[in-house]
């Protein structure tokens, strides 16, 4: 399918029909994201064939409202045009989003009105096919002085060899609070990108919680750009490795802001013959006095035969400012292993049981306890189908 007849398919506007245009042209001459101590430029990671995917999520209630993409740019052109791939994310950062916006087929759009609280957490689940390609959008704008919480799960379904670009744009306004929570289980074949990003007003809150489970290759950016004074953004992550999986992560947080606040806390275990980067990346930019950068980078390895980096990055344009790090990377303590045993309970359980324990920091951190809950389960299943947990092996 060329693209003209793909954009024809979702009846778009000519504003994004040409967006996608300008972007097919930049996808051979942008390069990759950046990302130390990791090489995926060998990955495919884009989609050989295009189809068009509705997102069946239309509500329009006096609290919100949440729809397909495609709909929302005919409903609401104006907001979509202003934020889409353009203030928060721009199509031409890099090959990948570049390749995003050309051939984007499904998203969510989602907008809290003004001076709007929503006391129960908006909800998405989205399934990936394995046989189509997945080129998922989520556009979140919250008007100035609105608080809610979203939660996005995504799955795949079947086992067929694809590829997933999928994007997340969170437009906070002044004084907004956002609490975005996601499960992230992307099927053993398939090779993901996933970029999620933050643009942070005046005194506006965003709490990213991510739980990395995907079972196939993975790069991912987690960015939050704080550009208000005032503005504040924690974010955490946990991942889990396994089989012949290699991840890459970059989190950043960039203070633009004066007295801004950005908080990182990063939590990995690598199984089996699998590799985990974390790059945890504080960046604090001239004139943003007051500001604080914080970050955590921990990662355990199950396996001798794994590989794992925990790389913190500071960089300090300012003088008046408070930033840290902490990074590790190291195997299960033998000590509390010793002593679960000594208790009678066997090895396998006793390392699940450490592993809990190490991740433990960052899952009682995250706000909403359905997700905390479900990550729970989601790391339980996969220590289970890790093929070997053993520090000797």
């Known amino acids: 399918m060329t693209l003209e007849k793909f954009a024809m398919t979702t009846d778009e506007p000519t504003w994004f029909t040409q967006k996608r245009q300008a972007s097919f042209e930049l996808i051979d001459k942008l390069p990759l994201p950046k990302m130390q101590r990791f090489n995926f430029s060998s990955w495919q990671l884009a989609p050989s064939t295009e189809a068009i995917i509705k997102t069946n999520v239309p509500t329009i209630c006096d609290d919100y409202i949440l729809m397909d993409i495609f709909d929302a740019m005919t409903a609401y052109p104006e907001m979509i045009q202003k934020y889409f791939m353009n203030k928060v994310i721009k199509s031409d950062e890099n090959k990948l989003t570049a390749y995003h916006t050309a051939y984007m087929n499904q998203g969510i759009f989602l907008y809290v009105p003004e001076n709007t609280v929503v006391q129960k957490p908006i909800e998405i689940e989205l399934k990936q096919n394995s046989n189509q390609p997945f080129v998922s959008h989520i556009l979140i704008v919250a008007g100035e002085n609105s608080k809610f919480s979203f939660i996005q799960r995504t799955r795949t379904e079947g086992d067929a060899k694809s590829v997933a670009n999928c994007v997340v744009e969170v437009m906070a306004m002044p004084n907004s609070e956002v609490r975005y929570a996601a499960v992230d289980e992307m099927g053993e074949n398939v090779t993901s990108y996933l970029s999620r990003r933050a643009y942070v007003d005046q005194n506006a809150y965003v709490d990213w919680s991510i739980g990395l489970m995907n079972s196939g290759d993975t790069v991912a ?23 012949q999986q290699q991840e890459g992560v970059n989190t950043r947080v960039t203070n633009y802001g004066k007295h801004s606040i950005g ?23 001239k004139g943003a006095s007051g500001a604080n950068a914080e970050q955590q980078n921990r990662v355990m390895m199950m396996s001798s035969k794994a590989h794992g980096d925990a790389n913190p990055i500071l960089l300090i344009d300012e003088n008046d400012v408070l930033a840290g790090h902490a990074a590790s990377v190291g ?17 396998k359980t006793a390392q699940r049981m450490v592993i809990r324990g190490f991740l433990g920091d960052v899952l009682v951190s995250i706000p909403s306890k359905a997700i905390r809950e479900e990550l729970v389960q989601t790391i339980e299943r996969k220590l289970a189908d890790g093929q070997t947990i053993a520090t000797n092996s």
């Open 331 to 347: 195997q299960v303590d033998q000590r509390q292993l010793y002593y679960l045993m000594s208790r009678g309970i066997d090895k």
């Open 221 to 243: 950016d987690f960015d939050t750009d704080l550009f208000g004074e005032g503005a504040h953004s924690e974010i955490k992550v946990v991942d889990i490795t396994s089989g």
């Open 263 to 285: 908080n990182i806390n990063q939590r990995g275990v690598i199984m089996d013959r699998s590799r985990l980067i974390f790059n945890g990346i504080g960046h604090i930019i």
